[in-house]
Structures are given as C-alpha cells and as structure tokens.
Nanobody
Framework: QVQLVESGGGLVQAGGSLRLSCAAS????????MAWYRQAPGKERELVAA???????QYADSVKGRFTVSSENAKSTVYLQMNSLKPEDTAVYYC???????????????WGKGTLVSVSS
C-alpha cells in the first residue's frame, strides 16, 4: 500500500514561516508529480504548488514569491517552504502524488491525511 505521511503544520503568527514535508512509502515505481493542495473551512480545495519529476514547478498566484516547493525524488519526498505567511493561508494542507505503483501501468493519485496550518494576526 502506498502511503503519504505529512509533517510540519502548526500555528504561526502572520509574517512567520513554516516548512511542510511529505514522504511516500510503499511500492512506488515512478512519480510523475508531487503537489500541495489546501482547503479552508467553507472553501474549495485549491492547488498551492506542484513539482514534476523533472523539477518544473507551478504555484497558485496567491502564494507566488512566498512559497517554494522542492523535492528529493530519490526519497519520494516533497517540501513546501512557506514564508511571509498571512491569515488567509490558514487551511488544511494536503500533499498529493501522481505516481505509478509496482506492477501497475497507469498513473494514480495518492493523498496524505492533511496537516493544519493556522496563521494568526
């Protein structure tokens, strides 16, 4: 079974920083994309940042210049460095892997359980 384990969430004051990490375990053969999503109460889930196995990155407009996504492909791990945090960044953050497990041809999406980031003013 492929599982994603997240860490790094917590409570921080506006202007502060947090670093999230997510590592995958299990029978993963290949990883296409690693990404971070977030969902605030009463809001729709949104893509925050993504990184491909080739190192190409994508960010939501609301976090550009403040957040940085990175990865260590050999460790099946993705990170999200969050700086200059704002109260509107408060949400549950989920990591997502588009990956192919062993003995499976097609790509599949895997999700972490989520980690809460709370930013106070």
């Amino acid at each position: 079974q492929v599982q994603l384990v997240e860490s790094g969430g917590g409570l921080v004051q506006a202007g502060g920083s947090l670093r999230l990490s997510c590592a995958a375990s299990g029978r993963i053969a290949d990883i296409n994309t690693m990404a971070w999503y977030r969902q605030a109460p009463g809001k729709e889930r949104e893509l925050v940042a993504a990184i491909t196995s080739a190192g190409n990155t994508q960010y939501a407009d609301s976090v550009k210049g403040r957040f940085t996504v990175s990865s260590e492909n050999a460790k099946s791990t993705v990170y999200l460095q969050m700086n200059s945090l704002k109260p509107e960044d408060t949400a549950v953050y989920y990591c997502n892997f588009k990956a192919r497990p062993l003995a499976i041809v097609d790509w599949r999406n895997y999700w972490g359980k989520g980690t809460l980031v709370s930013v106070s003013s």
